[in-house]
């Protein structure tokens, strides 16, 4: 019988997904009808972006699961309406994506690069950056993306501190978790990163309180949530010195408006969310796998805790 | 019986040197006199800097051999009055800050940071970079350092190749030699690492006819040495847009001078040869580990072939 996939994201993601997600689909063996619009009523799946028309699932009466084409799906896990598992995209290429700007950004600051691009007037400034085993490094948020660059910077050499909420064990990574272990993870951090979900735990997790807990000149790198910083905070903070450096990819509101004090900011480098941009290919594999397993019976993969957040 | 060691570098050196290497001599169980002056035939072992002072050893009759603090020998391996084994410096500190230079600048011009950092003006430039695995990236010299490079490379997801003049086998590199294979090293490569030593061979590696065969707009960064470049060919070919950018951080004059071209051209970075600064307490437990050895009658690690230079 043939599975009847709605397409509920922008035009601009249709015409760069319906090609590779059709292949991903063939290839996984479905009989699938791929579409933007069906009678609600007829639909099995939707593949989903939370930003998409799609809001009240209430007329989807045979829907199976919705796939998420982001990992943050913050704005859909409360929705009411929703009575189907939900899985969020964990995608090999936005993993990928995640672990090249995390590693590339705190390679960036640890090597003091900025000091030599904005420095070319002729001057040898000899001076030799620490080795990365003298620069300790913490990940706030251990899940799939937090746990990888965690382990691409431990092998590149950095002491990695990991903070989740839960405890965790994982092979060459300091853990700490819960409030009680965020001091100790805060507290060596000269660069530290932002991999949390956006939850209401996590909302303004970076504030006056904890960043006064971090070494003074310590770097934030916030590939992760705009939520999990209090703004003004952390401008106070570039201000007074307390921090070095921000380099932010995410924020409250983005495109972040050209009036924003970050853009501006001498100690801020803002990139525009390109850290976890889904790859279309490697995302689309996911999807089509998904829903060949619902097909069969399997469990999905990457399921959403919905008394969680994520 | 007492093991007379010179240290013949700048006292600059010896101030960063005197303490560590003191430690690791100890450590090494080493009965010694460690000094910056000694009647040329009572010294035993030179640790050495090729731009000492010493640069006839005729007079120093019991030598047994030279531990250069310096990877590249070249200045030294001509010099006919040295008769006795001269061993490299390969500093697991000097391979790490490498890869850690390499890793970064890689990343950067992968990832197109400088797009950001120098486009700070309110313009959300949203186009992700590629990931890794469609980035070839090639690196000439599959030495220690190269081998290093390549390998920390290739874990982050890029395809590289390796360039050697004779052929080796490497895992996860797709290797290439000799002159027939530079072509095939070179069509391919978006970035490319030098990571050659210095010899006849490898001058102007890099000259009109070699940066004709990178593709269009590639990458060069030179952590190796700057005589691998004709540097003419290669200002010449940033103007032409062949070369999108060159990143240097080794020059045929150091300190590059103030009215050098490669300064203010606006496709070029350099850096003040901080790629492989030797660190003091990884290279004096290196250099403790190979008078030891002598001593004890162990072959001298990382000898170099003065027949081929390095």
């Known amino acids: 019988m043939t599975v009847n996939i709605l397409f509920a994201a922008t035009n601009e993601r249709w015409a760069s997904y319906q090609a590779p997600l059709t292949a991903a689909l063939q290839k996984a063996g479905l009989d699938f009808d791929l579409r933007t619009d069906f009678t609600p009523s007829e639909v099995d799946y939707i593949v989903y972006a939370p930003n998409s028309s799609v809001q009240d699932f209430t007329p989807y009466t045979r829907l199976k699961a919705v796939l998420s084409l982001w990992a943050g799906v913050e704005s859909v896990v409360g929705n009411d309406t929703l009575r189907v598992p939900l899985a969020r995209m964990v995608d090999d290429g936005l993993k990928r994506g995640m672990i090249e700007w995390v590693t590339g950004h705190t390679l960036r600051h640890h090597l003091g690069m900025d000091t030599h691009l904005f420095g070319q007037d002729g001057t040898w400034r000899t001076q030799a950056p620490p080795l990365a085993q003298d620069r300790p490094v913490t990940v706030l948020g251990m899940g799939e993306l937090g746990r990888a660059c965690a382990g691409a910077l431990a092998s590149l050499g950095f002491p990695v501190s990991g903070w989740s909420r839960t405890p965790r064990t994982i092979p060459d990574i300091t853990t700490h978790h819960g409030a009680q272990g965020l001091d100790a993870a805060l ?54 010195g307390q921090i070095a450096h921000a380099t932010l990819d995410v924020f409250r509101t983005e495109p972040l408006p050209a009036d924003d004090p970050y853009w501006a900011h001498p100690s801020v480098t803002v990139t525009p969310h390109i850290a976890s941009a889904t790859r279309e290919a490697t995302a689309s594999r996911v999807i089509a796998d998904n829903i060949r397993r619902s097909e069969v019976g399997e469990p999905l993969l990457h399921l959403v805790d919905r008394s969680l957040g994520y």
Chains 1, 2 share one sequence.
Do not use: H, K
């Open 187 to 240: 507290s060596q951090a000269q660069i530290l990163v932002l991999l949390l979900p956006d939850t209401p735990a996590t909302a303004n997790i970076l504030s006056a309180e904890t960043l006064a807990l971090l070494p003074r000149g310590a770097i934030i790198l916030n590939p992760g949530r705009g939520s999990l910083i209090n703004d003004a905070d952390l401008l106070a903070a570039l201000d007074s």
